[in-house]
Structure formats: C-alpha cells, structure tokens
C-alpha cells in the first residue's frame, strides 16, 4: 500500500522562492494580456487554450532557470518478509522410522499451513548446504538433497547479507540440526536481531553404524619398502562385532585383517601395512564391507591419494674438513628413513676419510649434492673435476654451507649452481641472522605453519659464523635470510635460494649449524628449527615444481560426494612468463564420458573453472592451451569422488542444538508436527518502506523537451488559426 508522496521544493538561489511568487502572477498576466484579443478574432475558448499554453510555458522557463531541487518523499507499506531456509545436504536421504527425511520436508514444502502464511507475508525459500541458494516456492521438486555438508552459521550469514536492505522478520530452518561444518550457528544467530524458528526432521537416538571415521597414511612412499596406513573406526550399537578392514587399489586386494569392533562411541585405531611396486600417485580405499543390521553402509570407506617414488633421496655430502657440522647432518639424515645419506670428508693428503670410490654413475644417481666448505684450495682436481661436471651437465640440486675455507673461485665456474656472485672473504665473525619478507613465508624455511612463529623462532637462535661480505645475489635469487648486524649499516645476504628452469641451490653462507642443535637444546628450547631447516631445505630442493608451460590442477585429491572441484590452469611461454590471452580448453573425462570444461581467466597466466557436483567415481581432466592457433602445451591431472561422506559421520539429528538457537533468538524448536504451532506465533507489522528521489530541472533534458513541446505546439495552433 502506498502512502500519498510528500513533495519538498529547496532553492539553491538566493530569494529564488520570492522571484518564484512575483515571477507566476507574471506570467499569467503576460499570458492572459497576450491573448486579451486576437487578429483575426478568435472565440473565446480558443483564445483560453492558447493563453494557458503560454503561461505554463514561460512558468515551466522560469522554473528552470531559478534552479530549484524538488524532493518527493514516497513512503508505502509491504508485508513483512520471512525466509524459509531448508537443507539440502545428503543427510536428509535418511529414513528415521521407515520415512526418509527428505520426503518429510517436500510434505512441508507444499502444506496448508505455509500457503497460507504466504498470503500474510512476503516468504523467500533457499535451500542450503555449503552455500545458499533460492529455489521457488510452491515447488517441491526444486528442493534437492546432494549437498556436501550442512553449515547452518553461513546460511544464517548469506540471508542476512542478501537481504541488507530489507527487514527480516523471522527466519524458519527446517534441518535435521547435525551441523558438519562452519562456525557456532546460534552466535550467528544472535547477531541477526530476529527470530529465528527451527523445524527438526530425523531421529536423534543412536543408530547401529560402522563408521570408518579417518584414514592416515603418509603422503609419500617408496617403491620396496613397507608402508603403514591407519584407519580411525567407530560402531555404536555394534559392539564385539567382528568385520573385515580391506585395503585396495585399482581395485586389487593389498591387505585385509579382521577387526573386532569397539563398544559405544569409541574410536579404535587399526593398522594396515603393504608394499608398493610402482612408483607414481597412487589412491588407496580402505573399506569394511556392510554389516547386517547397520544404519547405513555410506560411511564404511574413505580414499586417499599417495605419491610413491622410485627410491629414497638419495644425498651425497662432500665436506671439505672434519668438524661439528658433519656430525650435526649425519645425525639429522640418519634418522630420516627417506634419505640415503654418503658422506665423503677431505683428508689433507689429498683422498677421502671414508672408503669406496664415487663413479659417474653414482654421481648421477645422486638427488642432492650438500658441499660443506668443499670444494677448498687443497681439494685436488682429480676429486672435484668429477663433481663439477655432473652438476655442470645435468640438474642436480645443490645445498652449498659455505665456511671460510671454501674456494669460491672454483665454484664460480659453474653459475647455475651458485646463488650469488663470488663474495669477499673476510676474517670470521660472529653473526645473527634474521628472516626476510621472502623467507618468512619460504617453504625451505616454514618450520612452523604461522608465519609470526616461523619469525619468533628463527629470532631466538644463537650465532653463527660467516666469513664473506660484499655479497651480491644473482639475478633472480631470492633472499630469505640476512645478518643482524647493529655494527653494519645494511644487512648481508645470508641464506640466498635460486631457482632457475630445473635448477634449484640454496646457499648458506656460514657455519656453526650444529650450534643451532646443541645450545637450544641446552636452554630447553629443543633443536625442531635446527632440524626442520635441513629436512625442509632438502625436500624442497628435490622435490621440485614441474616447469611445463601448461599446468592442470585442481585444490586437492580426493573429494567429497557433492563438493565443488576447483580447476586452476596455468598458461606459460617459452620464457616462462604468464600468458593472460592464451585460449585454453580442458576436457572432463568422467565414468559417462567426456565432457567441455571452460575457464575464465582470474590472473596473470592463470584460469579457472568450477565443477559441481559429480557422482562418485575417478575422474581425468585433460587441458591445453594455445595463441594465435599455436599450441604452448597440454597437461593432464587425475581426482576422485569419494563415496563417503561426511553428512554419514553421525546421522543423528540434534534437536538441542536447535532448540538452543531458536531459544537465543526468541524463536521456537520443535518436530514436523509443531509447524503450526510455530507458525501461529507470527503477528509482524507490515514494513514501511522510504524512497526518496531528487529532481533538478535545469540538469534535466525532459524540462528543455516540456519547454520546446508547449512552445511548439502553441506556434502550431497560432498558424492554424492564421495568428502571426
């Protein structure tokens, strides 16, 4: 219903509004003196008309030109509004009782009692799961059910950003409560500043159900040796049962072992070994078969995805003297079952403390060179010539700890493994380093997850020692870590990476790491920074990034039924620069057949795409990307859709939780049957709702239109009438 506008009228002119009352009795009286009498005579009804067409024309210029703004204030009233918010995550498929739940919310859906509180109030009805979505009301087969998870605070958020510039009256979930992702639903709830209302489907006693709750196994193995995984289960209402546990893999049996299963809510963890025989991503399935007499068999399996790799990394460390720090990386490496560590320590009288001869093709088998302060002036030829032509000639990844007896000179010669230009040598001193802006967040350095904590950390550290100065990184080298000096007016570059192509170095310029070891763990604070430097150093160096110039990924592995599936594709040149007008294509192959992918550019050489939802199954994406009908590159990347779910993990409703948040909101919880009743609480006031709109007439074109119409149309009539 619409109020009567109310008009306000501000003259930005000083004494427009008095000119404006002189100005209209003006304008009559020039108007009706015009037309007083006429040649030829007109009658007196024509000389009226054309008199008023006149005066509204010069009104209407007089207007205009005193430049008035006119406010028109429309208020109205419409009823209040209502958002009906229903679940649609995959929990609502199940049957309590011998009814499944969905079919409960599509009776309610279509019922008598919401009809008609449609015909009170404005009702907006979203369905929602992991995100929010409107569906048209009175359609019951708009209501779906394939949802990845049930977050109950974000649909709580989208409702209200959605409608910001309306006023809610009351919002009505209709859920089996069991939220699986998501923040606190009723602090979001209170925020809202209005009722919210909860219909809970579903049962929530405890159901007899196996729950295969987590799968654990570490993400890389080696061909040949013994790998562990660890399943997480759980069997309410089953206890003492026994079931079979199976690990498989493309479909064929690598282990089994019976289980007995744990008694009421309690977890039991149970182990599976199995040695795998091929390197490359491998997707692993534990499973237990169905039970008779369990809930439901959904939420008996879980993938994931492992790399296997050919064999451990394999790290050959030349130093050019004994000393501590040797024994400080023999004693990290050693006990990191995925390193093959050999060590080869410079005697002075020109050989090897260690037995055995490195040939070529141990060097080139070798996944990382660590020089610590070799090669030095006395290291003979015979002994560095090999390792400077391995390194020259192939990609190896260099770890280079460089202590005062280091011969910078020699190492030069191969640039792509030096990080900087050959520094100054200078008497040794001590230093204290600290990381950079680049480093904090480097993964050779991130120790901790928390940047501020990688920094706290490394700012505790004790000295080391360094005997280089005017240090000049190469182009493109990366500093992650510089001296702290408060003699020096400017940092040195300490701790410098290069990653050029294939090629990968990291340079660390000093000694002294073992201190790093030893003293922390004097003062209690344990050695993890000191060892996590070397164990991430090296995996970053080895286990390097692909330098294709087209790469397909997507943001993880394995997903869940009904979750989205985020596709990036990066598009390079030859040069390895971002392409950002490239043309790409990318091409689904699902257990259907294939299917056209398309993506939209989202940065510079980068495109994305999203895919939802997809039934369970393993799935390929193929891409390739072109210019100006060149081809730069393809890709391929491999995924799965798990059949379990999370929404499985527990099928209870809760109907406590609901009742909690509809109590924090003034609202009211209950079953399907309470509907009515809940409804029946609804008194709301209509809204009142403001508009208000500004109107300039010299700024506008329809008053120089209104002003040429009256004055055209007045000519108009003057020479019909044959008026000069």
Excluded at 318 to 343: N, Y
Excluded at 472 to 486: F, H, K
Excluded at 570 to 583: I, T
Aim: contains cysteine.
């Amino acid at each position: 219903m619409t109020i009567w506008p109310e008009i306000q009228i501000d003259f930005l002119a000083d004494r427009a509004a008095l000119w404006l009352v002189l100005g209209i009795p003006a304008c009559l009286i020039l108007s009706i003196w015009a037309y007083r009498c006429t040649l030829p005579p007109l009658h007196r009804g024509k000389r009226i008309l054309l008199a008023a067409i006149r005066f509204f024309a010069l009104a209407a210029l007089l207007i205009v030109l005193l430049n008035p703004v006119v406010h028109l204030r429309i208020v109205r009233q419409r009823p209040a509004l209502i958002g009906l918010l229903w679940d649609g995550s995959r929990s609502m498929e199940i049957a309590d009782a011998g009814e499944n739940r969905a079919d409960i919310l599509r009776r309610l859906f279509v019922s008598d009692s919401l009809k008609a509180l449609g015909s009170r109030y404005r009702m907006r009805s979203f369905v929602f799961s992991d995100r929010l979505d409107s569906i048209p009301p009175s359609t019951p087969d708009a209501l779906t059910f394939s949802g990845s998870a049930t977050d109950i605070a974000a649909a709580l958020d989208a409702l209200r950003d959605r409608y910001a510039d309306h006023r809610v009256a009351a919002a009505i979930l209709f859920t089996d409560g069991r939220i699986t992702r998501g923040t606190d639903p009723v602090r979001v709830a209170r925020s809202l500043g209005y009722p919210v209302h909860a219909v809970v489907v579903g049962g929530a006693a405890e159901k007899p159900d196996l729950i295969l709750e987590d799968v654990q196994a570490n993400s890389i193995a080696y061909v040949g040796n013994v790998m562990p995984v660890e399943a997480v289960v759980r069997a309410p209402g089953l206890d003492g049962r026994t079931a079979e546990m199976v690990l498989r893999s493309d479909g064929r049996i690598l282990a089994r072992r019976p289980v007995v299963l744990p008694s009421g809510s309690a977890e039991k963890r149970v182990s599976l070994t199995f040695m795998p025989e091929e390197p490359g991503f491998r997707k692993l399935e534990v499973a237990f078969p169905a039970i008779e007499g369990e809930f439901t068999a959904e939420n008996n399996a879980r993938e994931i995805y492992i790399r296997v790799l050919r064999r451990k990394m394999s790290v050959l460390l030349f130093a050019g003297a004994p000393g501590p720090d040797i024994g400080f990386l023999r004693r990290v490496l050693s006990r990191d079952p995925d390193v093959s560590l050999t060590v080869r320590t410079f005697r002075e009288d020109g050989g090897f403390y260690e037995d055995g001869t490195l040939s070529r093709s141990v060097l080139e088998e070798t996944d990382l060179f660590v020089l610590l302060d070799f090669p030095t002036r006395d290291v003979p030829e015979s002994l560095w010539s090999p390792v400077r032509r391995v390194l020259e000639e192939t990609d190896k990844p260099v770890f280079l700890i460089a202590g005062r007896r280091l011969d910078m000179t020699r190492l030069s010669r191969i640039p792509s493994r030096m990080p900087v230009h050959p520094p100054v040598r200078r008497d040794e001193r001590e230093v204290r380093i600290r990381l950079t802006a680049d480093g904090s967040g480097h993964p050779a350095l991130a120790i901790h997850q928390s940047i501020e904590e990688n920094l706290r950390a490394w700012g505790r550290l004790p000295v080391v020692y360094s005997a280089w100065t005017a240090v000049r990184p190469r182009d493109g080298a990366r500093v992650l870590a510089e001296t702290d000096d408060p003699d020096r007016a400017s940092p040195e570059p300490f701790l410098i990476a290069s990653e050029t192509g294939y090629v990968r170095s990291l340079a660390f310029l000093g000694t002294g790491i073992h201190r790093w070891d030893l003293m922390m763990q004097g003062i209690g604070e344990g050695n993890a920074l000191a060892t996590g430097l070397i164990e991430k150093s090296f995996r970053w160096l080895v286990l390097r990034e692909s330098e294709k110039p087209v790469r397909v990924a997507t943001d993880k592995r394995v997903y869940q039924a009904g979750e989205a599936v985020f596709v990036q594709l990066e598009v390079y040149d030859g040069l390895l620069n971002p392409v950002d007008d490239a043309d790409p294509d990318g091409t689904l192959d699902t257990p259907g057949g294939p299917e056209t992918l398309r993506f939209t550019p989202s940065g510079p050489g980068l495109y994305r795409t999203e895919i939802r939802p997809l039934e369970p199954g393993d799935y390929r994406i193929r891409a390739a990307a072109s210019l100006e009908n060149r081809v730069l590159g393809r890709d391929t990347t491999e995924f799965t859709v798990s059949r379990f779910h999370p929404e499985f993990l527990n099928v209870r409703a809760d109907p406590e939780l609901m009742a909690a948040l509809a109590a924090a909101t003034g609202g009211i919880s209950g079953p399907p049957d309470s509907l009515s009743a809940i409804l029946g609480t609804m008194d709301f006031e209509p809204e009142r709702v403001e508009r208000i709109r500004e109107f300039e007439p010299l700024h506008s074109a329809w008053s120089l239109v209104l002003i040429l119409f009256l004055l055209s149309l007045e000519w108009f009539l003057r020479k019909r009438k044959g008026l000069p």
